[in-house]
């Protein structure tokens, strides 16, 4: 009852009386009390706080569960919206579950391989759990950037003749060239002279495939070179280790795969050696003309799957070397590059056209070309592909970046001088060459 009348006398108070008394109070209270004070005083405020955040929020009067399957429902620019409302909403946003569910979904915002995505989690494991909000953040990062185009471009200057080839890896590029050199460069460092230069072949590099510390060249010497990376002081170690003689005209096309390798060549043939001895173990013949590309996936059907100036795609069973099927007239040129998976072949031409096949029966399921997609307008000289893009490099100078699924255009990047020859890319980075001798770096990370 006193207690009551009390607060019934401060509240009677007007405020500037009530603030002296308060403030004679704190005078009289030790330090322990005003302490204690502090605290209440917080307390107060986050209360009052959380009251006003809450008084016009619906989601305030839900059970969390329901909370948390609404904002599952949310795209990614939703949820970070969400997270700015208020500290209520950033709570209830920052759930990881639903930052997980977005970096595990089965078709979006995925990396390249379950590698790079198991290197990546990595990187934002604190303790024995993985911060997903972070991970996804630098996932929806990259995602943005690669639909915008937005990347930095670095430029590596050295080669004194076009660029023909390029490869690279977490710390490397390695670029082949008309000059006959082969020069490896440091991601970090664009000095003019290259890291290492290897000046083994006597005529143009046309291919290269770089597999760990392995790397492997093709040349118009109608030879190919597997070289040893592995690093060392005096980089003496770094020479070629086998020479393999076979092809009667220039090796347009190659790839290593475990301890044997595929080449296609100029004399219409592609053949499988193997790495440890250097020789052939089969030929594959039925092209009419030069084979241009190739792509070779023992694990997919033993499936090898090759492209010739004769216009023609041919699917091949890499353990008997026999065609299992031939696309005639794919293209209305030259078939200039080709890429494969379990369910389309992707091919490009001198046509200036991007197709895709079914790999089952053959047929053309669709094209890309500058008429309707806002296509290449110049010779299609590579493309390369991952479960959800194709980046192509064209005689138009450009490269370009399109949807694997529905074929949009994400975008279209241009810094080359001349016609881009070659290219290469991860998650993170683009690696282009062109007719104007230069090597370029697009960083979709940096930004």
Request: with cysteine; proline share 2%.
């Amino acid at each position: 009852m006193r207690k009551d009348k009390d607060i019934a006398m401060l509240c009677a108070l007007c405020p500037e009386k009530r603030r002296e008394l308060l403030q004679q109070l704190l005078i009289l209270s030790d330090d322990k009390a005003l302490d204690e004070v502090s605290n209440w005083i917080t307390e107060l405020k986050t209360h009052r706080l959380r009251q006003a955040e809450n008084r016009d929020d619906p989601f305030s009067l839900l059970p969390c569960s329901l909370v948390q399957t609404i904002l599952s429902y949310l795209d990614p620019a939703s949820l970070y919206k969400c997270l700015r409302v208020s500290r209520t909403w950033n709570g209830m946003a920052s759930n990881t579950s639903l930052w997980k569910a977005l970096c595990t979904h089965p078709k979006l915002y995925r990396l390249t391989n379950q590698e790079a995505e198991e290197k990546q989690l990595e990187r934002h494991t604190i303790g024995e759990g993985v911060c997903w909000k972070d991970a996804f953040s630098e996932r929806f990062k990259l995602w943005r950037n690669w639909n915008a185009g937005r990347c930095v471009v670095r430029t590596f200057s050295g080669h004194s003749q076009m660029i023909s080839c390029v490869q690279f890896d977490d710390q490397r590029i390695v670029s082949g060239s008309s000059d006959s050199t082969i020069r490896v460069w440091d991601h970090n460092d664009s000095h003019p002279l290259g890291q290492m230069t290897f000046t083994g072949h006597s005529a143009t590099v046309r291919c290269l495939h770089l597999q760990g510390n392995r790397l492997a060249s093709g040349s118009n010497d109608f030879s190919i070179k597997i070289w040893n990376l592995d690093k060392n002081p005096q980089w003496s170690s770094i020479a070629c280790r086998r020479t393999m003689l076979g092809h009667t005209n220039y090796v347009r096309c190659l790839q290593m795969c475990s301890d044997s390798l595929v080449s296609g060549s100029y004399d219409c043939t592609l053949r499988l050696w193997s790495l440890e001895t250097g020789d052939t173990i089969r030929s594959f013949n039925g092209h009419s003309d030069s084979v241009l590309c190739l792509q070779y996936d023992p694990l997919n059907s033993f499936r090898a799957v090759s492209g010739s100036a004769d216009n023609s795609i041919k699917v091949w069973d890499a353990r008997t070397a026999q065609c299992a099927m031939t696309i005639l007239n794919s293209h209305e040129d030259a078939v200039t590059c080709v890429r494969f998976d379990a369910h389309r072949i992707i091919s490009g031409s001198v046509d200036r056209m991007i197709k895709m096949w079914d790999i089952r029966t053959g047929r053309c399921s669709n094209t890309i070309d500058w008429r309707f997609h806002e296509g290449h307008t110049g010779v299609v000289r590579c493309l390369q592909v991952d479960a959800w893009r194709i980046v192509s490099a064209s005689d138009d100078r450009t490269v370009k970046v399109w949807n694997l699924e529905t074929s949009e255009r994400m975008c279209t990047l241009q810094s080359h001088t001349d016609g881009v020859t070659c290219v290469d890319f991860d998650d993170k980075r683009i690696v282009s060459g062109s007719y104007d001798k230069q090597v370029k770096l697009w960083d979709f990370y940096l930004c």
